[in-house]
């Protein structure tokens, strides 16, 4: 008899990440050295992420809210793989699409349409089946006259324009948006959302980043509040969206 219990696509177990912080002032690499060797060089611990539980199933959409410096865009990284959790574990079961940063995976001295070739590459994806996705990705980054320009020339909505359309062309189980969405024209916004609810009836599972709550609301069905990285508030996305308009004095 099948199972109905949902499948979990992200499973986050008691993840910290903590970075050494230097506390002197080092003019050069030379005084960094001899301190390094004469074990003069002092550094705090700094925690961007402590104690983090959370569990995502196949087919949600988890906003993650907090103010800057709250730990949000460090949790992405742990969660794609960038960094490695300094305690904890993370499960991940199928592809995901990251869009962490503009223009991130991006070669600059590439043009728009090689780097089309090497994003996908970066995903395990061959060249003939993101050659299949090629005009797609092209119509819907509205880039066509800049592709073959090295994407060092792109400005910030070009890069994310064409970041968000291959992410989304080669139908990831898990998509990563990383505040991607407030670049742009209003135009692009629109229709970038729509894109990703066309998405959900695929099953598509989404974790978004974003300051914006009206967005929140729209694209997911629940969210986790972070301050100072630990959960402060998880439920609906309505839910955390009130807290976090209320600590940012939007109501």
């Keep these: 008899m099948p ?3 949902p499948k979990t696509a ?3 177990k008691n993840v910290s990440m903590m970075f050494n912080l230097n506390n002197e002032k080092i003019d050069n690499i030379k005084e960094y050295f001899i301190k390094l060797v004469t074990r003069k060089l002092h ?5 961007a992420l402590n104690d983090i539980s959370f569990t995502v199933h196949k087919g949600e ?18 969660i794609c793989g960038v960094m490695k959790p300094t305690r904890g574990s993370i499960t991940v079961s199928g592809v995901i ?8 995976g991006f070669d600059s001295n590439y043009s728009g349409k090689e780097n089309v070739f090497l994003y996908g590459a ?19 980054s ?32 898990i998509l990563i948006l990383d505040e991607v969405l407030s670049v742009g024209d209003a135009k692009f916004r ?11 009836d695929k099953g598509i599972t989404v974790i978004f980043v974003s300051h914006n709550t009206d967005q929140v609301r729209r694209i997911c069905n629940k969210a986790i509040l972070l301050e100072k990285g630990k959960i402060v508030a998880q439920g609906t996305a309505d839910e955390v969206c009130d807290i976090y308009d209320t600590i940012t004095n939007k109501k």
């Design 3 to 5: 199972s109905n219990k």
């Design 10 to 12: 992200i499973a986050v």
């Design 43 to 47: 550094f705090s611990e700094f925690w």
């Design 61 to 78: 959409r988890l906003g993650v809210l907090g103010l800057n410096g709250a730990g949000k865009s460090t949790l992405l990284k742990v």
């Design 97 to 104: 699409a990251p869009l962490l940063e503009l223009g991130a």
């Design 122 to 140: 970066t995903m395990g994806y061959s060249r003939k089946f993101m050659q299949s996705k090629y005009d797609d990705i092209l119509a819907f």
């Design 142 to 173: 509205e880039i066509k006259d800049f592709i073959d320009v090295p994407v060092k020339n792109y400005s910030s909505g070009m890069k994310a324009r064409l970041g968000f359309a291959i992410a989304t062309a080669v139908e990831p189980d």
């Design 190 to 200: 629109i229709k970038s959302e729509a894109k990703i609810k066309n998405m959900f």
